[in-house]
């Protein structure tokens, strides 16, 4: 407690390091994954090969794929951004195909009944419905995220993970601490948000 009093501008600018860096990453994997995640749902033999790459690099320790990018990127945000992003498409890839598969064929076969072009079913029909479940991939991989950029501090990409490290390294408690209970809340924080923005986006059960 006397740290984060003594020291409010560094943990504020250090909290701010990790939103951005978890915003960034999340913003750049979903917009990798969305397409992905189409392919995966649409293309069964496709999707199995690309969900099997996406196991792999997701079951590689997180350390161990910093190490292996320093050499080609080096040290800083550029080379924690491609290991975070690398690392939540396996989750967001899943969910994106879980949800469009999830969307009934009659519906899909209702709009182009209506006369929508491929694209326009997409995105007027089959998204939206899909959002629910996809939404509850992005909740699951910003957890994640927040917890990985942690870990950016070892490569000196900033974040929360810089007062934990230091912490740890110079047996300072208070800062270590700190950080990880900051890291922890806003972890809890971003889950319960987009929780309650996933079951607004949910779909109604039918009436019977």
């Known amino acids: ?32 994954a969305l397409p992905l995640g189409v392919v995966v749902a649409r293309r069964a033999r496709t999707g199995a090969v690309v969900l099997g790459v996406l196991n792999t690099i997701y ?3 997180s350390l161990a794929v910093f190490a292996l990018l320093i050499p080609w990127l080096g040290i800083g945000t550029v080379t924690a951004l491609v290991a975070l992003v690398a690392y939540s498409q396996m ?9 469009l598969r999830g969307v009934p064929l009659a519906t899909r076969e209702a709009a182009r009944g209506l006369g929508m072009t491929p694209w326009q079913s ?8 899909a959002w629910p479940v996809i939404l509850g991939g992005v909740r699951i991989a910003t957890v994640a995220l927040i917890s990985l950029a942690t870990l950016a501090a070892w490569i000196n990409a900033g974040g929360l993970g810089v007062l ?29 948000a987009l929780a309650a923005l996933q079951r607004r986006l949910a779909v109604p059960a039918p009436s019977r």
């Open 1 to 32: 407690m006397n740290f984060a009093l003594r020291h409010p501008a560094e943990i504020a600018w250090r909290l701010l390091e990790h939103v951005e860096l978890t915003a960034v990453a999340l913003a750049v994997a979903f917009a990798i």
């Open 59 to 61: 079951t590689l320790p």
């Open 91 to 99: 989750i967001l890839v899943r969910n994106v195909a879980a949800g």
């Open 122 to 129: 997409f995105r007027q029909v089959e998204l939206p419905q």
């Open 164 to 192: 934990i490290l230091y912490g740890l390294e110079h047996d300072d408690p208070a800062r270590a601490v700190t950080g990880s209970v900051l890291a922890a809340g806003l972890a809890i924080v971003a889950n319960f």
